[in-house]
C-alpha cells in the first residue's frame, strides 16, 4: 500500500529540548511538506522540498530545521528556539510541477511540550 | 498576495438537508483550486479540484464545487449530507506554476440526526 507516515503519533517533551519528526512516503513522489495546524488557523507551510538535497523555508520555518538526504524521507526538527511548539504536525508529498498535483497527507503527529 | 476566506467556522445542519461552504480567494494570477476534507486526529484527503476546463467539479462523497471566476469564488455543495459528513473542511489553492498550497482557515461542518 502506497502512502505517507508519521511517526509518532503522540509525542510529549520537556522544554528546551529539541524533537525530531519523522515522515516517510512510499508514493515515489519528489515534492514533500511540512505544516503546522491550530485550532483555527489552518494550515501553514513550515518547510518544502521538491528535489532531494533541496528545501526552501515556508511561511513559518523559524524555530524549525529540514533535511532531505532521501527522497523518501523528510525529517523535521522543532527546536528550542520555537516559542510555542505545541501543535499538530502534518506532513505531505505530492508530484511536483505546476500545482496541479494534489498534495497526499500523512495521518499527523501531536506535539506537546509543557 | 494570495490568500483564501472560508468565511464561516462551523456549519450546523441536520441530516439530509443541504449544506454549501463558502470559499473565496484573492489573487492577481492564475490559480488552481483545491477541497479537502479532514476527519478528527487525521490527515487532509482530496475532495476536489479545478485545474480548467468545466466550472462545475464534481467529487468524491457526493460533494461538488463551483468556480467563479468573476466574485472570485469556489463554494462547496452537498444536496444532502450524512453523519459520516461530519468534519473540517479545507479550501485551498495553488499558485500558477508553484507547489505551494495556501489554505483557508477551515469550516467544521457537524451533521445532526
Known amino acids: 500500500d502506497g502512502g505517507i507516515t508519521q511517526s509518532p503519533k503522540y509525542l510529549f517533551r520537556k522544554e528546551g529540548q529539541n524533537v525530531t519528526l519523522s515522515c516517510e512516503q512510499n508514493?515515489?513522489?519528489?515534492?514533500m511538506y511540512w505544516y503546522r495546524q491550530d485550532p483555527g488557523q489552518g494550515l501553514r507551510l513550515i518547510y518544502y522540498?521538491?528535489?532531494?538535497?533541496?528545501?526552501q523555508k515556508g511561511d513559518i520555518a523559524e524555530g524549525y530545521s529540514v533535511s532531505r538526504e532521501k527522497k523518501e524521507s523528510f525529517p523535521l526538527t522543532v527546536t528550542s528556539a520555537q516559542k510555542n511548539p505545541t501543535a499538530f504536525y502534518l506532513c505531505?508529498?505530492?508530484?511536483?510541477?505546476?500545482?496541479?498535483?494534489?498534495?497526499?497527507f500523512g495521518p499527523g503527529t501531536r506535539l506537546t511540550v509543557t | 498576495a494570495q490568500s483564501v476566506t472560508q468565511l464561516d467556522s462551523q456549519v450546523p445542519v441536520f441530516e439530509e438537508a443541504p449544506v454549501e461552504l463558502r470559499c473565496n480567494y484573492s489573487s492577481s494570477v492564475s490559480v488552481y483550486l483545491f477541497w479537502y476534507v479532514q476527519y478528527p486526529n487525521q490527515g487532509l484527503q482530496l475532495l476536489l479540484k479545478?485545474?480548467?476546463?468545466?466550472?462545475l467539479v464534481k467529487g468524491i462523497n457526493g460533494f461538488e464545487a463551483e468556480f467563479n471566476k468573476s466574485q472570485t469564488s469556489f463554494h462547496l455543495r452537498k444536496p444532502s449530507v450524512h453523519i459520516s459528513d461530519t468534519a473540517e473542511y479545507f479550501c485551498a489553492v495553488t499558485l500558477y506554476n508553484t507547489d505551494k498550497l495556501i489554505f483557508g482557515t477551515g469550516t467544521r461542518l457537524q451533521v445532526f440526526p
Open positions: 479545478y485545474l480548467s476546463g468545466s466550472t
Open positions: 522540498s521538491q528535489i532531494v538535497n533541496d528545501f
Open positions: 505531505a508529498s505530492s508530484i511536483a510541477g505546476g500545482g496541479t498535483y494534489e498534495q497526499y
Open positions: 508514493l515515489n513522489h519528489d515534492a
